[in-house]
């Protein structure tokens, strides 16, 4: 019997509306009288942040934008975010965004107090202490960010993707209002939505996982293949956008107290290198990553194609595993989310750089399947050649 822990102190407000209501849970918070409200341009010009910063400032707090941030946000942003937090006199960050946003205010709710750089806490010479309250409100169903013990920074010397862990950057607050994801573009939409779906999946499948997290994994895997289609084709379907950020609240919590793996180690290698959004590089390899770990794992792979709906209980394991794999595959076509070899930049003599930082991830011991820099190899080239 495998011991386990499972810890998450975020409040979660879920709902229609909810982000109405929260300049009255800071108050009822007592967090202070000055927040510093982190997002990006984007969706700044979406109009979703103004009436944010209006309603707060009418409850008597005292509001800072910092909007200095890009999609793979860079420990230079995030030192520039601490210095605003400092200049402010903030008591609490409130984020707003997607996943680029939250990881950033937690990197400011750490870095602004305490001072160092993101790499001096992913590398363990300053500890996770004195955080500042941090506040999610995501715009898009995809990081689970809101609910997370991590923030992944790309350090700009390197374009190491560094990943800062600890139970103390958990959000104090994660505020989820469905209505702010409606105006989230298609594409957006697509590489988000299948980036809380590998949440779901690494941290149901990963070697760290847990019954609480393989729990919520398998709910969330059923509600994103079920609604992500439908949010795709009408962004304004109230029911499916609720489905998704419900569906991508699951997948965080699944794998923030267990871990994400292969398929995150070559996507983060990606965004580190090319600035590829995320999601978008979590899709590309997908396919491939779950056909390698289910040449070894059949019973837990056929599992989870008959959550995902792609499967029944009356196929055989490896029925099951083909059809995963090519309901996957489908998906992520439907969806209109490019290959490997039509990203830009992508270039064939930079895949052993890819595969160096593959395998300097973290998470790679986390894969199911244990994987070599030959596997990661393997699979970087099946996925560009297919």
């Known amino acids: 019997m495998k011991a386990y822990s499972y810890f998450c102190s975020t409040r979660i407000e879920m709902g229609k509306g909810k982000a ?7 108050k009822a918070m007592e967090i202070g009288s000055s927040v510093l409200l982190v997002s990006d341009p984007g ?7 103004a009436p944010i910063q209006s309603a707060l400032q009418e409850a008597g707090f005292r509001v800072t934008l910092f909007d200095g941030l890009s999609q793979n946000p860079r420990d230079t942003e995030c030192l520039a975010g601490a210095a605003a937090f400092r200049d402010a006199a903030a008591d609490a960050v409130v984020a707003i965004g997607g996943g680029s946003a939250m ?5 400011i709710a750490l870095c602004g107090p305490n001072g160092g750089t993101p790499a001096d806490y992913a590398d363990g010479r300053l500890s996770y202490t004195n955080i500042a309250p941090i506040i999610c409100v995501p715009t898009t169903a995809g ?8 923030a992944v920074i790309t350090e700009s010397t390197t374009h190491r993707k560094m990943t800062l862990k600890h139970a103390n950057l958990r959000p104090t607050l994660a505020v989820l209002d469905p209505v702010l994801t409606y105006s989230v573009p298609q594409a957006v939409t697509a590489a988000t939505g299948v980036d809380a779906l590998v949440h779901a999946i690494e941290g149901y499948t990963c070697k760290v996982t847990n019954p609480i997290s393989q729990a919520l994994g398998a709910r969330a895997m059923e509600t994103i293949v079920r609604a992500l289609p439908a949010a795709y084709a009408n962004g304004q379907d109230e029911e499916a956008r609720h489905a998704m950020l419900e569906g991508s609240l699951m997948a965080g919590l699944c794998f923030g107290s267990a871990d994400v793996a292969a398929v995150h180690c070559l996507a983060e290698a990606l965004g580190g290198l090319y600035d590829t959004p995320h999601g978008i590089a979590n899709s590309v390899f997908l396919p491939y990553v779950l056909k390698f770990n289910a040449a070894e794992n059949k019973p837990m792979h056929a599992r989870l194609a008959r959550f995902m709906g792609f499967a029944v209980d009356a196929d055989s394991d490896d029925q099951a595993i083909d059809k995963l794999i090519g309901g996957i595959a489908a998906l992520t076509e ?7 070899r039509d990203l830009p930049g992508i270039k ?3 895949f052993p750089r890819i595969v160096e930082l593959s395998m300097k991830n973290g998470s790679t011991p986390s894969n199911v399947r244990t994987v070599t820099a030959e596997d990661y190899l393997a699979i970087l080239e099946e996925a560009y050649g297919a």
Do not use: F, H, Q, Y
Not at 20 to 25: F, T, Y
Not at 44 to 49: P, S, W
Not at 334 to 340: A, G, M, Q, R, Y
């Open 348 to 350: 064939v003599e930079d």
């Open 103 to 107: 990881d950033t205010g937690k990197t």
């Open 143 to 150: 990081t689970g960010s809101e609910v997370t013990r991590s």
């Open 334 to 340: 439907s969806l209109n989310i490019p290959k490997l």
């Open 43 to 49: 969706v700044i010009r979406a109009g979703l942040v």
């Open 20 to 26: 109405k209501e929260l300049p009255s849970l800071l």
